[in-house]
């Protein structure tokens, strides 16, 4: 009896000579492709386990096992899984001249000869996991390499007894040793960590039939059957003990895979042919000694380092350039990009621009029926400045005047050269009396700016022209019909005598009174008004909060003002009334005057996202903004708490009934 926790502490199994020395001449080459190397490595059980060992290793943090040596190789890359071959271990008991050598050689034959039974198998019941069966197969007898290399003495009278008595292995080993070298082999690569489909397949390969035929129904159950059947092909070619191994592969094709009698002996003959294919990998006619050749593999190892550190060092330098004309193209789009969107003389938007904004902002407004806003500004008597003082002046005067108008409007707002001397700017949110004070400031901040020509104060003074509208349902056309009006305006303001502005409402007189009633019900304008807060940093936290509006309708529901079945009568007449939502509600009784002003000052703001918006800028503390926001729902409260009185249409009776 032996003690195989011994074996257990192994790190390395001793390798095929002839594979090492496959793999160094590899390795040499620096255009060897790695596909060869592969080829090699798939004879040797002990460097494919470690291989796949390192595949499975932590460092990787795979979610699924690998269980064959090409996923392993693709995954460790080139250079780790040469290194890792070339990490071979060689022994001399390996040698032509020791009396070992006959069953190392017996061993990794029989090894090579399951994998290809193992592959063969694969490609009739399994074709897409032909790489794994064959890995499988390669180990099935690494508890003998392991045995060879820790127990020779007490190993090889077992091997000698069993080749001249034509004894099954695994039987006189049980007997003499107290365990099998499918039990030795499963435990060394459980301890190797290698994945558990394969600790099984080495621990069961030599399992009864009927053991076997009870797990027909386990998730390794192919897998398993398959190594079995490989073991059985590899005693027949490679042992003495032939017909009891006939015998058991008959059986086993037949139980587990339903194989005819013609079928399995075409399986046998396929498998021989194969292996005396690859038969080259076990003749050991002068091969370097081990000292050599371990001394040649560790003058690669230092080689392969040095070409990985090579390629890596100019995969680093790559990378930098790579890195820096990313940053140069970066900044030549950024540049485009400016230029694309920016007037080259004033640095403010361009036309383009300005037409895209204006677009976007109606299409915004028409959601939520909110006002859009546009003030058009032509500076005085330009042709006169320019024919006075020069062109180049007169480009001075027009970035002056960009300048001033950027530091005047709000960051909301957009400025654009609309051409030549026109300037445009698009008002966020607007209402009719902002909109007049914006254009004044703008008026009166250029009429008092100093314009130096030399050393004269040259006067400047622009013409404004604004137009504000709320977008109706069937409004497509809302950006041209601003856009008409404020110049109309313009050039009302300049037909009056310029240095002046002129404002137009499209907005229809119960909108008009609707905004109003919108505007004073927003918490941001009672912040304003119980001077909270000043109109700036009220500016600010809505910018910080600002998020798309939620529909009327849905607000409708939140509030309880109106329930689905009103909703949904609403929206199926709104394309023949083109009636606002709200509107139509109010029409039909279903929710009251100070109701829709509730839900539009909603829509518009969320008291609630303001607070908080207030809170995080640090315009107001904690617990005083709370407080605010408390006051202020207490105090709006009874104005939308009316209840409506209007009656369901009959449409919507049936509806509601149906």
């Known amino acids: 009896m032996i003690d195989p926790t011994r074996i257990w502490s192994q790190t390395q199994l001793p390798s095929l000579p002839t594979v090492a020395v496959r793999i160094v001449e590899l390795t040499r080459n620096p255009e060897t492709e790695l596909s060869q190397v592969v080829q090699a490595i798939k004879a040797d059980p002990a460097i494919s386990a470690k291989i796949v060992r390192a595949a499975n290793s932590t460092f990787f943090g795979l979610r699924t096992e690998v269980t064959g040596i090409e996923r392993a190789v693709s995954l460790l890359g080139p250079t780790v899984a040469n290194s890792l071959a070339l990490s071979f271990a060689l022994t001399t008991d390996a040698a032509e001249d020791s009396p070992a050598f006959p069953h190392y050689r017996s061993c990794w034959q029989q090894s090579l000869v399951q994998s290809i039974a193992a592959g063969i198998i694969a490609e009739r019941v399994d074709p897409h996991a032909v790489d794994e069966y064959a890995f499988c197969g390669l180990l099935l007898d690494v508890g003998r390499l392991a045995l060879l290399s820790v127990f020779w003495d007490e190993y090889r009278p077992i091997l000698e007894t069993a080749a001249e008595r034509g004894t099954p292995l695994d039987r006189l080993e049980s007997d003499w040793l107290g365990i099998q070298h499918a039990e030795v082999g499963s435990r060394l690569m459980e301890h190797w960590r290698l994945p558990n489909s394969v600790v099984e397949c080495i621990r069961w390969h030599h399992a009864a039939p009927e053991w076997l035929q009870e797990r027909k129904h386990h998730s390794q159950f192919a897998m398993q059957a398959a190594m079995a059947l490989a073991s059985c092909a590899g005693d027949f070619v490679c042992s003495t003990a032939r017909e009891p191994a006939r015998e058991r592969l008959h059986r086993l094709a037949c139980d587990l895979f339903h194989w005819t009698l013609d079928e399995t002996q075409e399986f046998l003959c396929e498998t021989e042919r194969r292996a005396e294919r690859r038969d080259d990998l076990l003749k050991l006619t002068d091969v370097t000694p081990p000292s050599t050749l371990m001394l040649l593999a560790n003058e690669q190892l230092v080689q392969l380092t040095l070409r990985a550190h090579v390629a890596c060092t100019q995969a680093t330098l790559r990378q930098q350039v790579a890195e820096q004309e990313t940053r140069d193209l970066e900044f030549q789009n950024r540049q485009l990009q400016k230029q694309a969107l920016h007037d080259p003389l004033t640095a403010i938007y361009n036309r383009q621009f300005f037409d895209e904004m204006l677009e976007t902002e109606s299409k915004r407004c028409l959601r939520c029926a909110s006002p859009v806003g546009v003030i058009f500004a032509d500076v005085d008597h330009f042709k006169q400045?320019?024919?006075?003082?020069?062109?180049?002046?007169?480009?001075?005067?027009?970035?002056?005047?960009?300048?001033?108008?950027?530091?005047?409007?709000?960051?909301?707002?957009?400025?654009?050269?609309?051409?030549?001397?026109?300037?445009?700017?698009?008002?966020?949110?607007?209402?009719?009396?902002?909109?007049?004070?914006?254009?004044?400031?703008?008026?009166?901040?250029?009429?008092?700016?100093?314009?130096?020509?030399?050393?004269?104060?040259?006067?400047?003074?622009?013409?404004?022209?604004?137009?504000?509208?709320?977008?109706?349902?069937?409004?497509?056309?809302?950006?041209?019909?601003?856009?008409?009006?404020?110049?109309?305006?313009?050039?009302?303001?300049?037909?009056?005598?310029?240095?002046?502005?002129?404002?137009?409402?499209?907005?229809?007189?119960?909108?008009?009174?609707?905004?109003?009633?919108?505007?004073?019900?927003?918490?941001?304008?009672?912040?304003?008004?119980?001077?909270?807060?000043?109109?700036?940093?009220?500016?600010?936290?809505?910018?910080?909060?600002?998020?798309?509006?939620?529909?009327?309708?849905?607000?409708?529901?939140?509030?309880?003002?109106?329930?689905?079945?009103?909703?949904?009568?609403?929206?199926?007449?709104?394309?023949?009334?083109?009636?606002?939502?709200?509107?139509?509600?109010?029409?039909?009784?279903?929710?009251?005057?100070?109701?829709?002003?509730?839900?539009?000052?909603?829509?518009?703001?969320?008291?609630?996202?303001?607070?908080?918006?207030?809170?995080?800028?640090?315009?107001?503390?904690?617990?005083?903004?709370?407080?605010?926001?408390?006051?202020?729902?207490?105090?709006?409260?009874?104005?939308?708490?009316?209840?409506?009185?209007?009656?369901?249409?009959?449409?919507?009776?049936?509806?509601?009934?149906?």
């Open 385 to 658: 400045v320019n024919d006075t003082y020069g062109h180049q002046f007169g480009d001075v005067v027009l970035k002056q005047i960009a300048g001033l108008f950027a530091t005047t409007i709000r960051n909301s707002d957009v400025l654009a050269r609309f051409g030549g001397e026109e300037f445009v700017i698009l008002v966020n949110q607007p209402t009719e009396k902002g909109i007049e004070r914006l254009a004044e400031r703008i008026r009166k901040g250029v009429e008092s700016e100093t314009f130096l020509f030399g050393d004269m104060r040259v006067p400047v003074t622009v013409s404004l022209g604004a137009a504000i509208a709320v977008p109706g349902r069937n409004d497509r056309d809302l950006g041209h019909r601003l856009i008409a009006t404020a110049d109309e305006c313009l050039y009302e303001a300049k037909r009056a005598g310029r240095n002046r502005y002129r404002v137009k409402s499209l907005v229809d007189e119960r909108e008009r009174v609707l905004l109003h009633q919108v505007l004073q019900h927003r918490f941001s304008r009672w912040l304003v008004a119980h001077r909270l807060l000043d109109i700036p940093s009220v500016s600010k936290a809505l910018l910080d909060c600002r998020t798309e509006p939620a529909r009327v309708g849905d607000l409708a529901l939140q509030c309880g003002y109106l329930d689905h079945d009103q909703v949904k009568y609403i929206l199926t007449n709104q394309d023949q009334t083109g009636e606002r939502f709200g509107l139509a509600a109010v029409r039909l009784g279903w929710i009251t005057e100070p109701q829709l002003v509730h839900l539009l000052s909603l829509q518009q703001e969320n008291p609630k996202q303001l607070a908080g918006a207030v809170i995080r800028l640090g315009l107001l503390a904690p617990d005083r903004a709370a407080e605010a926001l408390e006051d202020y729902l207490h105090e709006e409260k009874p104005l939308h708490e009316e209840k409506p009185r209007g009656e369901r249409p009959a449409a919507l009776k049936a509806m509601a009934l149906a």
